[in-house]
């Protein structure tokens, strides 16, 4: 089954490559879809979150976050060097800003996989990043990948099922909306829009 897309608009052929945000609720796939993007196109620069989050069974530091202590995070907030940042299930997640400028200014495609409201933030500080909604095929299927993960207790997976509803509501205020019902065909699509051959 294709992936379906809504509101697509090619950029025009001359224009640099913009910051492409990926954001929908947790448990959607945002992180499959993005490791078989980039084990397909390498070259899309995809940024690494700091977090206060402790590492998940085979997460590195430097690869899938920056793990920082609170009081690391406070300082970053405090020194303007985090283009987004929100908290989330109890922990606080950030983009670094100036490893995202630079890849800009080096005319790479720069991709962040962020949730809503670090989507916002973007959309205020760069206006012409591109926002990509990815929805579920369902709600039923969204529950069922949130629940089989196994890896969080139910009172956190309550939190997450809670902020989807918020989050699945908020599609309008994205450019484009991919639905995953194929990680390959959304990645593809995705590659698309961020004009990557």
Same mark, same amino acid.
């Given at each position: 089954?294709?992936?379906?897309?809504?509101?697509?608009?090619?950029?025009?052929?001359?224009?640099?490559?913009?910051?492409?945000?990926?954001?929908?609720?947790?448990?959607?796939?945002?992180?499959?879809?993005?490791?078989?993007?980039?084990?397909?196109?390498?070259?899309?620069?995809?940024?690494?979150?700091?977090?206060?989050?402790?590492?998940?069974?085979?997460?590195?530091?430097?690869?899938?976050?920056?793990?920082?202590?609170?009081?690391?995070?406070?300082?970053?907030?405090? $020194?303007?060097?985090?283009?987004?940042?929100?908290?989330?299930?109890? $922990?606080?997640?950030?983009?670094?800003?100036?490893?995202?400028?630079?890849?800009?200014?080096?005319?790479?495609?720069? =991709?962040?996989?962020?949730?809503?409201?670090?989507?916002?933030?973007?959309k205020e500080s760069l206006a012409d990043s591109q926002l990509v909604f990815l929805a579920p095929p369902s709600w039923d299927e969204l529950v069922r990948r949130l629940t089989g993960r196994g890896t969080e207790s139910s009172e956190v997976?309550?939190?997450?099922?809670?902020?989807?509803?918020?989050?699945?509501?908020?599609?309008?205020?994205?450019?484009?909306?991919?639905? $995953?019902?194929?990680?390959?065909?959304?990645?593809?699509?995705?590659?698309? =829009?961020?004009?990557?051959?």
């Open positions: 089954m294709a992936a379906t897309s809504r509101g697509t608009t090619p950029a025009p052929p001359d224009a640099r490559p913009r910051l492409t945000v990926l954001s929908g609720p947790s448990g959607v796939g945002k992180s499959t879809v993005v490791a078989h993007m980039r084990k397909v196109h390498p070259e899309v620069w995809l940024s690494v979150s700091a977090t206060t989050r402790k590492p998940r069974p085979g997460e590195r530091h430097g690869v899938q976050y920056f793990f920082v202590s609170d009081e690391e995070f406070d300082k970053l907030v405090a $020194n303007g060097e985090l283009l987004e940042w929100a908290e989330f299930a109890g $922990n606080r997640y950030g983009t670094p800003r100036a490893a995202v400028s630079e890849r800009l200014e080096a005319g790479e495609p720069v =991709l962040l996989e962020i949730d809503l409201q670090g989507a916002r933030q973007v997976i309550e939190r997450r099922l809670a902020a989807a509803k918020i989050e699945l509501a908020a599609e309008a205020e994205f450019d484009t909306t991919l639905v $995953n019902t194929s990680v390959e065909d959304v990645a593809r699509e995705l590659l698309a =829009l961020m004009e990557v051959v």
